[in-house]
């Protein structure tokens, strides 16, 4: 319960709207091999969870050449897919693209792409991240300070979990539990 203090006038009843959910969902993906029945998945866990917002957040090729270091579509063909896709998607208006990284044009270390999205997105913050993307942010020396800060929900079981993923077991789920 928050301890914050607020005036409201007398008689006031705060209605409590179905439709606003609570927290943001992000997925965090370059979103090259992803299918558009798993982008269907994710956005039917975020209406099961009450979400007010799921956001879909391609990387740079830039920022994926450094994390894989494997070949990536340029960035403006996989947003292109992803616009398609939510057009094609009857409840667009909860469904968010967001394009930080297009404008940037450059590599975006996850903590500043994170920093970014906690100022401008509601909280509390979920990551919605593959096994893959999981371990390489658990690599990371930031991993332990944002684990505080965020929760994340992984598509998958992790097969090799990264020892950090396994200490901090009790910040993450698998989508299916």
Known sequence: MSRNIRVVPYGHVDE?????GKGTLVYYDTFQDISDQQLERVAALSKERKFA???????????AKRMWKRPIEPYYKREGRLFGWRRENEDDRSITIENWEGKRKKYTPIEAA?????????????????PETANAFAAFSSFEEWIGK??????????????????????????GE
């Open 16 to 20: 409590s709207d179905a439709q606003t």
């Open 114 to 130: 994170l920093r970014h999205l906690m100022d401008v997105y509601a909280q509390p913050m979920f990551l919605y991240l593959t």
């Open 150 to 175: 965020i929760r994340l929900i992984i598509s998958e079981p992790p097969p090799d979990a990264h020892p950090n993923l396994t200490k901090y077991r009790h910040r993450w789920d698998v989508q």
């Open 53 to 63: 917002k799921l956001v879909l957040y391609p990387l740079h090729e830039e920022t």
